[in-house]
């Protein structure tokens, strides 16, 4: 049998134990299931994605904004607010 040696988080593993131990399964037969899913499906069992608000240029545009609201040069424009309660 292959062993894998891995970093993980303190908290992070020991949230994981936490769970697994609730679902009454070890740590190891918890990767081992990871790893069988993957091997079977051939893709990883979850979607990853990236937060398109934490883009490099996402980031670059709010800052960009947040030094012209600091030098007062932002044109802010103020909506009338509507009372729909009638």
Same mark, same amino acid.
């Given at each position: 049998?292959?062993?894998?040696?891995?970093? &993980?988080?303190? *908290?992070?593993?020991?949230?994981? *134990?936490? &769970?697994? $131990?609730?679902?009454?399964?070890?740590?190891?037969?918890?990767?081992?299931?990871?790893?069988?899913?993957?091997?079977?499906?051939?893709?990883?069992?979850? *979607?990853?994605?990236?937060?398109?608000?934490?883009? *490099?240029?996402?980031?670059?545009?709010?800052?960009?904004?947040?030094?012209?609201?600091?030098? #007062?040069?932002? #044109?802010?424009?103020?909506?009338?607010?509507? $009372?729909?309660?009638?």
């Amino acid at each position: 049998m292959a062993q894998i040696n891995l970093r &993980v988080d303190d *908290e992070v593993k020991k949230n994981a *134990e936490g &769970v697994f $131990d609730e679902i009454g399964i070890s740590l190891s037969a918890a990767i081992n299931i990871y790893l069988k899913k993957v091997a079977r499906d051939r893709r990883i069992p979850f *979607e990853l994605t990236a937060d398109p608000f934490y883009s *490099e240029g996402n980031i670059k545009y709010l800052e960009q904004k947040f030094q012209a609201y600091k030098d #007062n040069k932002l #044109n802010l424009l103020e909506k009338e607010l509507i $009372d729909y309660e009638d």
